[in-house]
T-cell receptor, first 113, second 114 residues
Framework: DGGITQSPKYLFRKEGQNVTLSCEQN?????MYWYRQDPGQGLRLIYY???????QKGDIAEGYSVSREKKESFPLTVTSAQKNPTAFYLC????????????FGPGTRLTVT | KQEVTQIPAALSVPEGENLVLNCIFT??????LQWFRQDPGKGLTSLLL?????REQTSGRLNASLDKSSGRSTLYIAASQPGDSATYLC?????????????FGTGTRLQVTL
């Protein structure tokens, strides 16, 4: 069953703690992306990766970090430097960075109190 | 900077109606445009992808058109059903300096009633 998985579905953390969100895909896609969704706003790009061991900042990278050690995996760490971390986080992938369709995972809702 | 606006923001219609959802973008130098559906608390499901060289795409009761020169895409939903109730998002890839990213609109929230 091909697709993108994100875990956990819900995550609760205390302010000041780092937290890592998981994203795995078995679609053999080269490109992977992390977006953040807030009520009333369009999805915003946090980081993207074109290939293993390479990643680029998106529009709102401050307070976030990523790694891409394996083609299938693109974990996102929300650090304590992120001022408003509570949001719905979506991972996506596509065959490449060109004019390809993007496929999305089910999302992780992070709540920081 | 590419900006995407979706009109209307919300729509409530009785079952059976044909619907028109609009997506307007400011920079016509796009690579493609993608329509998605999002159910509450869920991820995005891709509905249609239109490349910049195409004028329309169809999938079942859905038809999306693209007019790059006027910066507009329209999603037509024929014979709407309660199961169509969701938020519909459009996203464009490209625009000057943004070849690698999708820019999303804020969505049209659709409610189809019995």
């Amino acid at each position: 069953d091909g697709g993108i998985t994100q875990s956990p579905k819900y995550l609760f953390r205390k302010e000041g703690q780092n937290v890592t969100l998981s994203c795995e895909q078995n679609l053999n896609h080269d490109a992977m992306y992390w977006y953040r969704q807030d009520p009333g706003q369009g999805l915003r790009l946090i980081y993207y990766s074109q290939i293993v061991n390479d990643f680029q900042k998106g529009d709102i990278a401050e307070g976030y970090s990523v790694s891409r050690e394996k083609k299938e995996s693109f974990p996102l760490t929300v650090t304590s430097a992120q001022k408003n971390p509570t949001a719905f986080y979506l991972c996506a992938s596509s065959p490449g960075l060109g004019a390809y369709e993007q496929y999305f995972g089910p999302g992780t809702r992070l709540t920081v109190t | 900077k590419q900006e995407v606006t979706q009109i209307p923001a919300a729509l409530s219609v009785p079952e059976g109606e044909n619907l028109v959802l609009n997506c307007i973008f400011t920079d016509s130098a796009i690579y493609n445009l993608q329509w998605f559906r999002q159910d509450p608390g869920k991820g995005l499901t891709s509905l249609l992808l239109i490349q910049s060289s195409q004028r329309e795409q169809t999938s079942g009761r859905l038809n999306a058109s693209l007019d790059k020169s006027s910066g507009r895409s329209t999603l037509y939903i024929a014979a709407s059903q309660p199961g169509d109730s969701a938020t519909y998002l459009c996203a464009v890839r490209g625009g000057s300096g943004t070849a690698s990213k999708l820019t999303f609109g804020t969505g049209t929230r659709l409610q189809v009633t019995l």
